[in-house]
Nanobody, 117 residues
Framework: QVQLVESGGGLVQPGGSLRLSCAAS????????MGWYRQTPGNERELVAT????????TYADSGKGRFTISRDDAKKTLYLQMVSLKPEDTAVYYC??????????WGQGTQVTVSS
């Protein structure tokens, strides 16, 4: 079955950096566009960045443009999100998923990113 395991989150000071990883299994990862999302309490999940198959093209929400970089390693079935110049408003639980989602409404457990001094 589909599994998405996000990792790499943590507590970081404003201006700091983090690299998130998403290990995927149970579906043909290389055949899916992928996305990173984030969610804060009481709010809907927000799409942060996308990457097409083979990494040919990427898109970013305005909130992350110039600071976030999405990438993928199809051999390792892993998706990455490099985040720099982090701001307190980046605090959220970050999730990855396929586009379209490969398994209905399944989401991984996410990884918590907290930006605070």
């Amino acid at each position: 079955q589909v599994q998405l395991v996000e990792s790499g989150g943590g507590l970081v000071q404003p201006g700091g950096s983090l690299r998130l990883s998403c290990a995927a299994s149970g579906f043909a990862f290389r055949m899916y566009a992928m996305g990173w999302y984030r969610q804060t309490p009481g709010n809907e999940r927000e799409l942060v960045a996308t990457i097409t198959t083979a990494g040919c093209s990427t898109t970013y929400a305005d909130s992350g443009k110039g600071r976030f970089t999405i990438s993928r390693d199809d051999a390792k079935k892993t998706l990455y999100l490099q985040m720099v110049s982090l701001k307190p408003e980046d605090t959220a639980v970050y999730y990855c998923n396929g586009i379209p989602r490969p398994s209905g409404d399944y989401w991984g457990q996410g990884t918590q990113v907290t930006v605070s001094s």
